[in-house]
């Protein structure tokens, strides 16, 4: 197959299916951040907020701009994979890595949507290749571009971290590379990416390292069965990427533990990166509520080794899973995802018609605020509605960096509330009147926010803490 032609087809296939995807809620709150553009955020480094920045001045404040951002991103690690499997196995074995890597699961429609990963991936990826042209030529100058590579990945994606024990443990094992624990490039290298890092560091400093309280309390709310976590976990591991390639992820790893003194080098460095990031987020799963998608950098070596095995059974059960795992996916989002009957026909154009929406309270009502329980949602809501809005103090440690509304005697608030009917009764004490809005207003293909939204109109604030 002609790789080319290939890389046309998924492209065209990703713009032509991106319609039919409106903005998630992910990517709702990344675009908050990139209009409160900061060192670093509550939950990540600050790349994707810079990139959807530079992405929505060039091409607009639109979904396209998002759909457009994503397919690049992806390309451009596309392009990384094809030529780390090139110097690594040869031209062949790279475009095949090239074909696989996009159509798995998370690869093909995942990349759809403009997410931390996809630039944190960009730099995972070069990174690996400035490595193998530092270790095929031997000249220490490639380790001051690497470190800058492996600092833009950190400021992507805490993920990144996982890279420096990967590299050590390749020069470690790698007995001809060794010599490189004496030289000075590495530490410079090291020093340059923390360097570029640091921003992050001094933010979370000044906060009292709110990310890292933010990850603890996620991990505190995840339910306490750890075998069930895990085998939840590896199950979401196996729907995004496959079985076959999951098996060849956990045969890197053997490799590294049993076999790491006959296998080849090649072969070596592909067990080296994969294992640190795998085992990493198997250790967290049984604690933390894993994101299918966060070991994806774990899968690149495993996609490599499957390429150059030259087992045609082996690549065609790998394309056979994708595919169908592919099919069976779009097939429910695009065709059989449920939609309220009131949204049927329109629910593509509903979006478009929150500003109006948010127009007609604001000449309805006396200063009037707009609050969501949900960072998400927030984040849709003003986008589309092209509205402030706010939360509640207390609620989300990202919005109480963010300015808060004095909220007076007498003022109106329309409250969009998410997976939470208990606030309606905690609403009605603090309000002279609470009426729940009949229609739906905003449509997206995301968790259950189409489906278990409520808007609350509440008139007259009498006092009181809002929830």
Excluded at 18 to 23: R, T
Excluded at 393 to 404: C, M, S, T, V, Y
Excluded at 412 to 422: D, G, K, M, T, V
Excluded at 433 to 451: H, Y
Aim: with cysteine; proline share 5%; hydrophobic share 50%.
């Amino acid at each position: 197959m002609n790789l080319s032609l290939f890389l046309v087809g998924a492209t065209i296939f990703r713009f032509v299916v991106g319609k039919y995807f409106p903005l998630i809620g992910d990517e709702a709150i990344y675009w908050l951040w990139s209009n409160h553009l900061d060192l670093s955020y509550v939950g990540h480094p600050p790349m994707i907020a810079y990139f959807i920045k530079g992405l929505t001045l060039i091409f607009g404040q639109t979904e396209s701009a998002f759909r457009l951002g994503a397919i690049l991103l992806v390309t451009l690690v596309t392009i990384l994979v094809y030529n780390i499997g090139k110097e690594l196995f040869g031209t062949k074995v790279g475009a095949l890595s090239a074909i696989i890597f996009n159509l798995l699961p998370l690869f093909l429609g995942g990349s759809i949507f403009l997410v931390p990963q996809q630039p944190f991936l960009l730099f995972w990826a070069l990174s690996i290749y400035l490595f193998i042209q530092l270790v095929k030529t031997g000249r220490g100058t490639w380790w001051y571009a690497l470190g800058v590579s492996a600092g833009l990945g950190l400021l992507s994606d805490y993920i990144m971290i996982l890279f420096f024990p990967a590299v050590g443990l390749y020069l470690i094992l790698n007995k001809s590379l060794r010599f490189w624990w004496l030289k000075k490039e590495p530490y410079l290298a090291a020093i340059i990416s923390f360097l570029l890092f640091s921003p992050v560091i001094i933010w979370n400093i000044n906060l009292k390292f709110t990310s890292l309280s933010f990850w603890a309390d996620r991990a505190a709310r995840t339910p306490p069965h750890p075998i069930q976590n895990i085998l939840s976990f590896l199950a979401m591991e196996t729907a995004l990427y496959t079985p076959i390639i999951l098996a060849i992820v956990l045969y890197l790893i053997f490799l590294l533990v049993r076999k790491v003194k006959t296998i080849d080098h090649n072969i070596l460095l592909l067990s080296c990166l994969t294992s640190p990031v795998f085992l990493a987020f198997l250790a967290l799963s049984p604690v933390l509520d894993v994101g299918g998608h966060w070991p994806a950098a774990a899968y690149i070596p495993a996609i490599l080794f499957i390429a150059q095995a030259n087992r045609r059974w082996l690549i065609g059960t790998t394309l056979v899973f994708a595919v169908l795992i592919n099919c069976l996916a779009f097939s429910y989002y695009l065709f059989l995802y449920p939609i309220p009957k009131e949204l049927q026909g329109k629910e593509f154009t509903i979006n478009k018609q929150l500003p109006e929406f948010i127009n007609a309270s604001n000449h309805k009502m006396r200063r009037i605020f707009f609050y969501a329980n949900n960072l998400g949602l927030a984040g849709l809501v003003t986008f589309h509605g092209k509205a402030k809005v706010y939360m509640a103090a207390g609620r989300e440690e990202q919005f109480d960096l963010w300015e808060r509304p004095e909220v007076q005697k007498g003022d109106n608030i329309i409250y969009f509330a998410l997976r939470e009917e208990s606030l309606y009764e905690k609403l009605i004490p603090l309000f002279k009147a609470v009426k729940i809005e009949p229609d739906k207003r905003l449509f997206t293909k995301d968790a259950d926010i189409l489906n278990m939204t409520n808007i609350y109109y509440c008139y007259g604030y009498k006092g009181g803490i809002l929830p």
